[in-house]
């Protein structure tokens, strides 16, 4: 310790009083840390008053391993990250995720606010501070932001109160949802177009002047106009949402391989009093 931070004999000699840091052996074998305060006096004796600090410094590298711990963390996070100060809300620290998501280099982000650099509307970011004003934290909101490019993205937002380096500040973590909110976008828009479709079928259905039914590949009855119904309760006993086994004489293997030379099909119905041509 001596040789890395002598004692300053010069100070000393003109009067000042000095303050060093020294790692001591204590009699019990024990390494202390202990903080020496000296000083010369007027009579040219030396006065030096030594306090252990041995805790404290142990409180202060726990810190700086929490601090590294957390750094590691936030920066290797695949989840995007940034810490953002309350005061002014400009951005302190962002982490490569971060980064990627928004298209921006860090020096473009780091003092700015989500405003200047357009990454979310104005009223959205102050719906949000007035939400944390009222929660304190919030957990998975859902919040739609921009791109440097000014691709739409949509976010699950946690935002979490923390104070570092005496600031008051938010830790804000993301996961990007852009492409499961396009999957569901496109699900709807399908279902709604075979709701369409299924609608203009079934007007097709009740107009046309015969018998008209839908199967599926296991030969279950889909869809079957009023004409059709008479037609399956007739001949097979069978319904809408049923699986159909055949009409009147014939498997539904026989009509559906029915012979090319035949234009007509008699079938019959089981009271023998029915004939009906397909």
């Known amino acids: 310790d001596i040789a890395t931070t002598p004692m300053r004999l ?12 020294r790692s001591l052996v204590h009699k019990n074998g024990e390494r202390i840390s202990v903080e020496i305060s000296s ?37 290797g996070s695949p989840a995007p990250m940034a810490i953002i100060r309350n005061l002014d809300g400009t951005y302190v620290a962002v982490n490569e995720s971060f980064l990627r998501l928004v298209e ?12 200047e650099l357009n990454l979310i509307d104005e009223k959205k970011r102050s719906e949000t501070i007035r939400q944390m004003e009222q929660s304190g934290n919030l957990h998975n909101i859902e919040l739609q932001g921009r791109t440097k490019t000014g691709e739409h993205l949509d976010l699950l937002h946690s935002i979490e109160n923390v104070e570092l380096a005496g600031e008051a500040c ?37 107009t046309v002047p015969t018998g008209v039914f839908l199967l599926d ?24 949402g049923e699986l159909l086994t055949g009409l009147g004489q014939y498997s539904l293997t026989e009509l559906l391989t029915s012979p090319p030379n035949l234009s007509l099909i008699h079938i019959d119905a089981a009271d023998d009093l029915t004939r009906v041509d397909l």
């Open 217 to 240: 590949s296991e030969g279950c009855i889909l869809l079957a106009n009023p004409i059709a119904e008479n037609y399956l309760e007739l001949l097979a006993r069978a319904k809408t």
């Open 10 to 21: 010069d100070d000393l000699l003109a009067g000042k009083a000095i303050l060093v840091e």
């Open 39 to 75: 000083r010369l006096l007027p009579d040219g004796n030396l006065q030096g008053i030594v306090r252990d600090i041995t805790e404290r410094k142990e409180a202060q590298a726990a810190l700086k391993k929490s601090e590294d711990r957390f750094s590691k963390a936030f920066q």
């Open 104 to 115: 921006y280099e860090r020096e473009d982000i780091i003092g700015k606010t989500s405003l």
């Open 170 to 206: 938010v830790i804000v973590t993301m996961i990007d949802i852009t492409e499961r909110k396009q999957a569901e976008a496109e699900r709807e828009r399908l279902i709604a177009q075979i709701r369409e479709q299924t609608w203009q079928l079934e007007l097709i259905l009740e």
